[in-house]
């Protein structure tokens, strides 16, 4: 149809979809003030909460052109099942990234043993839910914890998320608990491999690069989150030397629109290197989509239309239109596609 280009769906590999509640709060405040409040809010959370508010915030991503969804969800078991049921009743395809979670945070956080951890997944795994694990960072998960998960991760073939080199902080403790950066500690136990995605990676060190490329492992960033908690940013010319595979994910919420995203990422990468096109609009499209599709691990998604009527395209030419989408467009071009 000409006034319609069809896209695949753009795959949000990484979303807190609670935290969407948080924005406009605690701006005036730093990371851990936010934290705080992300704490207060995690506490509070009920399964029936859960159903509402996330599928309200899957609805959004879906307007948005995120048609899959990996959640990173740390908030309880029955809220994991309120969770895949919020993304059925919004239309999107989701893929339950179960954290394990065995010291910090909140208690509601925290399973028993790594064994409890297996069980909360296998009866998600049973109700046929599509299912990945995700050890919740190297401060949340001891060393024994991290081996037995990346155990099974290799037996069952799942995807493997965690959350690593994000604030300075976790670098410091982990060296000090493990004499090893996240990343070394993660390559160690088993926890890296072609299947692996690792979120952030804002401080990875050159070391810690080559321990991702030689696993094959995948790198999400999350840009609007990183840069409105003041994380830092992504080591993008040593991701992009190495070949390291990038997806996106929209995080904390705190912006909803994967065309901002991926703006984002190729503005940072050329204040970085003083050029232009350092990551081709291709690349970052495929980053947004094909690219996140494998870190959650799956081979079908539904399709999006780009409305070329819109005023953000007026006068675009044809071969144009990618480069304008990704550099001159906000996420109200992009609608569900009319095939389904
Ligand atoms: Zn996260």
Redesign the pocket.
Known sequence: MADRLALPGFVNA?S?AFQRALRGKVEGADFWAWREAMLDLARGLTPGEVRTEYAAAYGEMRAAGYTAVGE?HYVGLAEARAAVEAAAAAGVELVLLHAAYARGGLERFRQESVGEYFAQVESLREAGGRVGLAPHSVRACPRDWLEEIGRYAERDGLVLHV?ADEQPREIEECLAEHGLRPLELLAETGCLGPRTTV?HATHADERELDLLAEAGARVCLCPTTEANLGDGFPPLVGLLERGIPLCIGS?SNVRIDPLEELRELEGIARRQTLRRNVIPVADLLAAGAASGAAAVGIDEWPAIEVDLGHPSLRGVAPSETHAALVHGCGADVLTPSRDG
């Open positions: 990484h807190h990173f959350h979120v995080d």
